[in-house]
């Protein structure tokens, strides 16, 4: 078991990362609630089962605020747990009713998709979508544990394997040469699920993400943002399309946009955005907007990314990958993003 520990302001997080890490949760203290999606019943036994959908349209606040009836019903307190079991959409929903609930009760996360344990399952952001754009309702709020049991990728899709892999294509881009050449060397075993290759990818995401998030936990730092590259067109692309492109599909063609972006701007050293369409077409990840089949509205995705978190006034401050491994944020005005998007959308 490969185990993290870090002191994310007030909250200290442990991670556990290995085959069987589940059974961890037989030595929590107090009741425990598990909220986990319709289609996946784990094997552990809770005080309370709640069985949510999942995928984008699970992401609602009445699913959420159900979550919470259920906990007053069953006369849950804060010192009891809520076990969020689940692919990256359960964790974001589940995770914002924990920190609702009388202000918050324990949470721990176990992501059962590749991209929960990379990224969703870490660092405290949760959330509902509203208002037709992503994540628009939500909170901070850190689970004091999160275990990556591996065995849960055994029946895991190689599609949704990709859509994981798109998010560790973006910490190898903009934070980390090593893996960048890891995952250049070693992306048959990855793909194939070699439990060896999956291990160094979780904890080096891991790793990655958890030191960014110390840093800069509210993303209030100019720090964070990095964890963003690529969702500012991708949740674009998301909500352009109804929500019907899965996010990790939708962030790989938005870190080739941005990249793209970054490049034209002059941030980008010459090289840098070959490299992007190399590493994301090694794992299959599309490139560009007509690989991934769908209808894409470009006023809705153009108002939906007018409401993107890293705006600031007229600004947005953008992470633009500057060679591989390296990145700077940018300030860049709201009319010149919206002149690139359209490029990159197909907009006039
Ligand atoms: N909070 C964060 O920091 C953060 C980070 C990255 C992404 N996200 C969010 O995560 C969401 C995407 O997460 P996702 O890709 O896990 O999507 P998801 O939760 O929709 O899961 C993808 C699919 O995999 C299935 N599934 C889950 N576990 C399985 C298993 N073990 N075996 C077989 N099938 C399984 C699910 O039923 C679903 O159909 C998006 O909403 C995105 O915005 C949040
Ligand atoms: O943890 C972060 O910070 C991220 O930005 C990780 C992203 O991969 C993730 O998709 C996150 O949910 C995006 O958040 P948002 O603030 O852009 O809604
Ligand atoms: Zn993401």
Redesign the pocket.
């Known amino acids: 078991m490969i185990e993290f520990r870090e002191k994310v302001c007030c909250s200290d997080v442990s991670v556990k990362v290995g085959r069987g890490a589940l059974r961890e949760l037989e030595s929590l203290p107090g009741r425990k609630c598990i909220v986990h999606p319709k289609s996946l019943k784990p094997d552990v036994k809770g005080d309370l089962e709640i069985a949510v959908e999942d995928g984008e349209k699970g992401k609602d606040l009445r699913n959420a605020l159900e979550i919470v009836d259920k906990l007053l019903e069953h006369d849950f307190t804060r010192g009891d747990y809520l076990v969020a079991v689940g692919g990256g959409t359960v964790l ?1 929903v589940a995770g914002f009713s924990a920190s609702i609930f009388m202000r918050g009760l324990n949470l721990v996360n176990v992501p059962t998709t590749l991209l929960g344990m990379v ?2 399952g870490i ?1 405290g ?1 949760t ?1 509902v979508n509203y208002g037709k754009a ?2 628009m309702i939500g909170t901070f709020y850190q689970p004091s544990l999160i275990l990556d049991d591996l065995s849960f990728l055994d029946t895991l899709p190689t599609e949704e394997l990709r859509r994981g892999l798109a ?1 560790v294509v973006k910490y190898a881009l903009v934070l980390d040469k090593e893996l960048y050449d890891f995952l250049s060397l070693n992306h048959s075993s990855v793909l194939n699920k070699e439990e060896s290759a999956l291990e160094k990818v979780i904890s080096s995401s891991v790793r990655d ?1 958890l030191a960014v ?1 110390a840093e800069d936990e509210r ?1 209030t730092k100019g720090v ?1 943002i990095v ?2 590259f690529g ?1 500012t067109i991708g ?1 674009a692309i998301e909500a352009g399309s109804d929500f019907t492109v899965p ?1 990790g599909l939708a ?1 790989s063609v938005g870190m080739v946009c941005e990249a793209k972006i970054a490049e034209e701007m002059g941030y980008a050293e010459e090289g840098v955005v070959e490299d992007v369409l190399w590493l994301l077409q090694l794992f299959g990840l599309p490139i560009s907007l007509e690989q991934l089949n769908a209808k894409i509205d470009v006023e809705k995705a153009l108002i939906a990314m007018t409401k993107d ?1 890293k705006r600031r006034g007229e600004e947005v401050l953008l992470p633009f990958p500057t060679r591989i491994g390296n990145w700077r944020g940018v300030r860049v005005p709201l009319e010149t993003l919206e002149g690139f998007a359209k490029q990159c959308l197909g907009g006039n």
């Open positions: 974001d990224d969703a660092g952001k959330g992503k994540n998010e993400k998030v993303e964070r964890l963003n969702h949740h996010h962030i978190k």
